[in-house]
């Protein structure tokens, strides 16, 4: 059983960066960051697929950056806008998958870490 742990959440101002970090117990295929908002519903932010495919969201292409090593999912988050306030989700997934942006191919979610976002 694959167990997710996040960390790197905080109160940032608008223009700021913060660093997320997902650790994973075991060996996954897919990986990916969802976030929720206060009455919205689950977004995908960005994910790699089982080749390696990275996709982003159009809100934060060119500000956020997902990146991978052994067994920790990174995100780094720049120039910080309130409309990114909001829980994230680590999500993996531990067969083949080339669906990354779709939430319901993950089998694996964390705890989630919260990021708000202040002007």
């Known amino acids: 059983q694959v167990q997710l742990v996040e960390s790197g959440g905080g109160s940032v101002q608008t223009g700021g960066s913060l660093r997320l970090s997902c650790v994973g117990s075991g060996y996954t295929r897919s990986m990916g960051w969802f976030r929720q908002a206060p009455g919205k519903e689950l977004e995908g932010v960005t994910c790699i697929d089982s080749v390696d495919n990275i996709y982003y969201a159009d809100s934060v292409k060119g500000r956020f950056t997902i990146s991978r090593d052994t067994n920790t999912l990174y995100l780094q988050m720049n120039n910080l806008q309130s409309e990114d306030t909001a829980m994230y989700y680590c999500?993996?997934?531990?067969?083949?998958?080339?669906?990354?942006?779709?939430?319901?191919?993950?089998?694996?979610w964390g705890q989630g870490t919260q990021v708000t976002v202040s002007s």
């Open positions: 999500a993996a997934r531990d067969a083949f998958s080339m669906r990354c942006r779709d939430p319901s191919e993950y089998n694996h």
